[in-house]
């Protein structure tokens, strides 16, 4: 393994888990881009508030969408990966999902 | 601008209830744009799943305060004057936040 | 106004702004009071954790439904009429509503 | 009953994955429990709206906090055990859990 000067994730030099949905993060991603973007367009043109909400309701959906979409890769590959062959490190990586979970949460 | 009598919020002449917060509104909402390229840009350098959640969580929650900044906005200026000078026109108004919260909290 | 003894809010001689629909919320509360019971003999049970998780997911969205029926009442009664005979206090009204929400939203 | 083979949960004879937590998880939803009862004796004394929505928030919180507990659990325990055991079992159980995220998040 050559070296690596990052955070501890630049380390990480596997694909990430997610890596066979990537086009569709991607693609999902791009899209709330461009919903953002029509968001502030709207605040900008004097929209009508209740309009612009109804937006941001669909963009904190779709943002769900990828969020779960990306910890189901996580989970299915990383931590599955790693409960077969290094049992500790299945632990570790549930202790950081149920972290971002509480984050998420609020919690 | 000629006289509008219709519904149509697009040709609402008066300025949203939003319009004195307006400017803050916009820099959230341009500081959420970056916050999407960001995330997309993590998954494009297939970073660490976990991190990329982490990101998603802060700007659900950044379009949340949005969201409330924007409605708070609304009911003060829109709902409360429809109030003093239409109470039919309030209550329809009222009507619509109900359905815009059922629809952001998908009931 | 006859002396009252308890907490600001023993003060408020009126009826709530839910008043109407106090036997709706009470009956989707004695729903939501059985659904909690009906979790708790699950797990007391040892029942499959996703179907304890699919009844946690039904009692959140039954307590917005209540939630989101208290608001529109308390907002169509207590601020509308205040906005009507006393504007100042439909702002607080208002702002109390903000607090309320940003603590649902943890913002 | 003794040994079960299909995939009926009610049948299942392992204790589930939250067994070891079980206590815990009781203990708070008997606290739910109780939250709810309050809350539903507000709303029967006409306390101020603002209040109950303030207690329910606090009710979905703890809410919350049970399901995250219970998921923790199931994935540590269940799917964890199942990926080393059965891998085409850890899959199922992960499509149940992203199913049971769907219905929680309304995706």
């Known amino acids: 393994m050559t070296a690596t000067t990052g955070s501890d994730h630049a380390q990480h030099p596997a694909p990430p888990g997610y890596h066979d949905h990537k086009a569709d993060h991607l693609a999902r991603l791009h899209r709330v ?9 709207m605040v900008d043109e ?4 209740i309009d612009v909400l109804t937006q941001i ?9 990828v969020a779960l979409g990306l910890l189901d890769d996580h989970v299915r ?3 599955l990966d790693a409960a077969q ?7 570790t990586k549930l202790d950081e999902i149920t972290v971002a ?3 998420a949460l609020r919690l």
């Open 77 to 79: 590959h990383c931590v």
């Open 101 to 103: 979970l509480r984050r």
């Open 46 to 49: 004097d929209r009508y508030c």
């Open 85 to 91: 062959t290094e049992p500790a490190a299945a632990d």
């Open 57 to 65: 309701s669909a963009v904190t959906h779709a943002l769900h969408e």
């Open 33 to 41: 881009e461009g919903q953002v973007r029509g968001i502030t367009r």
